[in-house]
């Protein structure tokens, strides 16, 4: 057993992981506020990372304006997408949301497509591709920047939470009617979770934009998002940190072993094993609230 | 006025059990039926094929989706993998020559076995949950078709499918083809519209609207919710198996991807839970109307004499496809189906609107 290279893999999981937990915020967000699960998180990352290309690219401006631009663009984004399409099926069934925010996802992924074209491009954070070194272990140094993005919005939230706004968001959370009859305005709540979760998604597609370059590919990180959600319970963000950084790790040093067996591959395999395992042994994930319905 | 009746009112059970409760949705429904029978004499054959023929299997396939999911209450997100399972072991039994009849039944049945895999998620959780389970499952089942080449066919990961022979008669026109797409879309509408009447559908419904009190009323929801997985999933599976016989003539796994299921379950929404008619038109719609703007666009941009990016052109469909979704399930959550009963309703008195809530 060579413990230099499983550490490597666990190392390099847990950063992973960590960016998957980035994405899975924006999920988590959503959820928290209104029950909501968000399967368009996908498509706003995506636009999200076109968005801060657009402006870099297109306008010319500096990357530490645009992204900054971008943010408030998916800002009104998410209050927008909230106010036309989310508030006016509230409380129908799951069924008809989750196809709603399936056919957002589609219809942002098609348009943002249909604007800028397919080809994939790069972000050119200027994060340099040398690797880093501690040790025998090597690092790659973009993971590490995406890690700290993701703890920094992760504390931004836990201190977000504890603001005014913030509280008037977990009421919301905690209870819709109460917090209605209270005087707390729900729909501006909510419409506020859907503009967070676009902002994340702009963080998300930033650094994944500088990983894998910019194109669909953005979008199907929705799978692992999905379970580092619900793995960490839906409507918490310390779960989906803890999550991420959890399957991060399942998944890298999992893969190592089951690749040779499976001829390639498993890293699909694992994510969906753990979100089956997940779903039926602990519904509410780890962190999640027990009240999740089980037949 | 074209109803020709003051509402819906019954006398005895033999007619609150009838089919078609309102003559004219009878007469109408035998009307739709002979354009069909009639449909390769009208049609030309190039829209019979590429149009008429994937609208007729679609629809057999979303009305299995309509099964579990509008009439069980069971959301399923993996619908394409079941639709696969079908599909390849059809053509795999065909391929070993088995008559096409039994390979087709060997194909619904395997799928019903695969299927019913899903409905142990469905009796664990529900809702939301069981969305993403049925989700996972999908991938897993994609991984296992990509990754077996003796399931999927070798290295370039495709299998022809052999001619298809129906009793002892050799299928090869287009005529041909569409009439056993329509034959099979007429066999399970026929199964659908009986359902509600049966024992069996009255059960699903009652899982649906509450599991714990169809319990109560000894309605045993598990054995429904298997039931309704296997026999959603026969459907799929023939529906699969035909599909790949008679239109792509050439399986591959990525014709039963996530984006397929979710293409199913878009049908059904779009269309209505629980509304046959509008399983039909929530096919139409998604499959065809994305295609029919995008020509659009394209006619409108020759004619203004602007030039459109040919990439910009080939994800038009694509968002329209999504804007489509969005926009029904806004203006009618309850679909296309709710729609066309709206307006169903108001005609039937017209003018005499006595059905005044």
């Known amino acids: ?295 | 006025m074209f109803y020709r009746l003051s509402g819906v009112h019954h006398a005895n059970y033999v007619s609150d059990s009838r089919i078609f409760k309102v003559p004219a949705d009878r007469n109408l429904t035998a009307f739709i039926f002979l354009i069909g029978l009639a449909a390769p004499f009208i049609i030309p054959s190039l829209y019979l094929n590429s149009y008429m023929l994937p609208w007729l299997i679609w629809t057999a396939a979303a009305l299995g989706l309509n099964l579990v999911t509008g009439w069980a209450g069971q959301l399923h997100l993996g619908y394409a993998a079941v639709m696969a399972v079908g599909a390849y072991s059809s053509i795999h039994a065909a391929r070993f020559g088995v008559p096409w009849e039994f390979a087709l039944i060997i194909g619904g049945l395997t799928s019903s076995v695969i299927g019913s895999l899903f409905a142990f998620a469905a009796l664990r959780v529900k809702g939301l949950y069981l969305a993403l389970t049925t989700l996972a499952m999908q991938f897993v089942m994609d991984w296992v078709l990509t990754h077996s080449p003796a399931i999927s066919g070798g290295s370039h990961a495709s299998l022809q499918s052999p001619t298809l022979a129906l009793l002892g008669q050799e299928i090869t026109t287009d005529t041909g083809f569409y009439y056993v797409a329509f034959g099979w879309c007429v066999l399970v509408t026929i199964f659908m519209l009986n359902l509600k009447r049966t024992g069996l559908g009255r059960a699903l419904v009652a899982v649906r609207e509450k599991d714990f009190a169809a319990a109560i009323l000894g309605v045993n929801s598990f054995y429904y919710k298997i039931l309704a997985f296997a026999t959603s999933s026969f459907i799929a599976g023939v529906s699969g198996a035909l599909l790949v016989a008679t239109f792509f003539f050439l399986a591959a796994p990525e014709q039963f991807s996530v984006a397929v299921s979710i293409q199913v379950l878009a049908m059904v929404i779009v269309g209505g839970l629980g509304s046959i008619i509008g399983s039909y038109f929530g096919v139409a719609l998604i499959l065809l109307v994305p295609g029919i703007v995008n020509g659009l666009v394209v006619t409108l941009s020759d004619g203004l004499g602007m030039q459109i990016d040919v990439e910009t052109l080939a994800h038009i469909p694509n968002a329209v496809y999504g804007a489509l979704i969005v926009i029904i399930l806004l203006i009618e959550p309850l679909g296309l189906g709710k729609l066309y009963g709206n307006i169903r309703d108001y005609l039937m008195v017209w003018p005499f609107d006595q059905f005044k809530k």
Do not use: C
């Open chain 1, 1 to 295: 057993m060579d413990w230099v290279f499983l550490s490597e893999l666990a190392i390099n999981g847990a950063l992973t992981g960590l960016l998957y937990s980035l994405f899975a915020i924006g999920l988590v967000l959503i959820y928290k506020a209104s029950s909501v699960p968000n399967l368009a998180q996908g498509g706003l990352t995506m636009v999200g990372a076109y968005v801060v290309l657009a402006l870099a690219r297109d306008v010319g401006l500096p990357l530490w304006l645009a992204i900054p631009l971008a943010a408030v663009v998916m800002l009104g984004l998410g209050f927008g997408i909230e106010r036309v399409a989310l508030r006016r099926l509230a409380g129908r069934p799951v069924v008809m949301i989750l196809m709603l925010t399936l056919g957002l996802d589609i219809f942002l992924r098609g348009t943002t497509l249909a604007i800028w074209g397919g080809t994939s491009r790069s972000m050119e954070l200027g994060v340099s591709y040398d690797p880093l070194f501690l040790g025998d272990i090597f690092i790659s140094r973009i993971h590490l920047v995406g890690a700290g993005v993701a703890l920094a919005l992760f504390v931004a939230f836990m201190l977000f939470f504890r603001t005014r706004t913030g509280i008037k968001l977990r009421a919301i959370a905690d209870d819709y009617m109460a917090s209605w009859s209270v005087g707390i305005a729900v729909e501006r709540g909510v419409g506020l979770s859907w503009a967070l979760a676009s902002v994340v998604a702009v963080a998300a597609g930033v650094i994944w934009g500088e990983i894998q370059g910019v194109d669909q590919a953005l979008s199907l990180l929705l799978l692992k998002g999905l379970t580092v959600a619900v793995l960490g319970g839906l409507d918490s963000i310390l779960g989906a940190v803890i999550a991420g950084i959890i399957l991060g790790v399942v998944e890298n040093v999992g893969a190592d072993f089951l690749d040779p067996l499976v001829g390639g591959g498993s890293r699909e395999l694992i994510v969906a094993a753990v979100l089956i395992l997940t779903v039926m042994i602990r519904p509410h994930g780890l962190f999640g609230r027990h009240d999740i319905e089980r037949v």
